[in-house]
């Protein structure tokens, strides 16, 4: 399967600890994102790089949270210091560059449970 | 900004009914695209289509179309001859067009779509 992929799936954790999820996005796109959904609502955009470069954040994402994409490839999203509020799922999407209709194609998701 | 509004937030049918999902978006850009994305029960978006602001054709995709209005700001997706697979979160999306517009999708609060055997 050469889809988005992510891990982990699911995440149970207790208040104040920190958590890292991954994201592998399709092979040859440049573009990754990070997107948060909580219960009942659309996904929210949090972040998204073109290649290692963080181009554009959302206020959504606090100081608590940080993303990287150091080769490129793989990224990472850490939540420091967790809180209940952070319960959510968590989605990466890519894209190639190429191509100008924004289509992105998205990965299953973490379910983060903050305790 | 850039909204979108799905105002139906569930619909129940029976398999076979024909069913037509709603979706009202508000932005100032000139260029911009449109999308709807299918969230089944296992949680992964998938991809239905896409519209750019130029092209206001319909567009069919077997029991699936799409009537895209810029008079009334709506891109509306009609599933006809409703299938129990259908059931899902559907999520219409806009996002900014041209040099240098934001890369994030805006999405809707989605509309539950249960298709009953």
């Given at each position: 399967d050469t889809g988005v992929s992510q891990n982990p799936r699911h995440k149970i954790t207790k208040r104040g600890q920190n958590v890292t999820f991954r994201c592998d996005p399709i092979s040859e796109h440049n573009r990754l994102y990070w997107y948060r959904q909580t219960l009942g609502q659309g996904p929210e955009f949090l972040t998204y790089f073109q290649n290692e470069a963080q181009l554009e954040k959302s206020r959504?994402?606090?100081?608590r949270f940080s993303a990287e994409r150091p080769k490129g490839s793989f990224s990472t999203l850490e939540i420091q210091r967790t809180e209940q509020g952070d319960s959510a799922m968590y989605l990466c999407a890519s894209r190639p560059l190429?191509?100008?209709?924004?289509?992105q194609f998205f990965g299953p998701g973490t379910r983060l449970t903050v305790l | 900004a850039q909204k979108v509004t799905q105002a139906q937030t569930e619909i129940s049918v029976v398999e076979k009914e024909d069913v037509t999902l709603d979706c009202v978006y508000e932005t100032r850009d000139t260029t911009y695209y449109l999308f709807w994305y299918k969230q089944p029960p296992s949680g992964e978006l998938v991809f239905l289509i896409r519209r750019n602001s130029f092209d206001e054709q319909n567009e069919i995709s077997g029991r699936y179309s799409w009537n895209f209005q810029k008079s009334t700001s709506s891109f509306n997706f009609t599933i006809t001859a409703s299938q129990v697979v259908d059931s899902a979160v559907y999520f219409c999306a806009l996002s900014e067009g041209g040099q240098g517009g934001s890369e994030k999708l805006v999405f809707g609060k989605g509309t539950k779509l249960t298709v009953n055997p």
């Open positions: 959504l994402l606090s100081d190429a191509g100008v209709y924004n289509e | -």
